[in-house]
């Protein structure tokens, strides 16, 4: 298996999850828990500080701070261009 490339998005979807865990007041176990994700996974990506995420996880972490996946793809594209802007 060949590991992707850490793209803006993975970055801006980390970011933008960690900030409404916190507004959430929520521990790294319980976001895992309310993902269905194990919480050494949840551990790697937090502690790595970047993370290849898929799709699907990015969704359930999504749901489990309580934002539509949907909105909030859109809304971690938008960052990730910001990030991409500000690292011009």
């Known amino acids: 298996m060949v590991a992707r490339k850490i ?12 900030e409404r865990q916190a507004e959430l007041g929520l521990s790294r176990m319980q ?13 790697g990506w937090w502690d790595q500080g970047k993370a290849s995420l898929s799709l699907a996880d990015v969704k359930r972490l999504l749901l489990a701070v309580e934002v539509d996946p949907e ?9 990730a261009l910001t990030l991409e802007d500000t690292a011009d």
């Open 7 to 18: 793209q803006p998005e993975d970055r801006a979807a980390l970011l933008f999850i960690q």
């Open 31 to 43: 976001l895992a828990t309310r993902a269905g994700i194990p919480y050494q996974t949840v551990r």
């Open 71 to 79: 909105e909030g793809v859109q809304r971690i594209f938008r960052l």
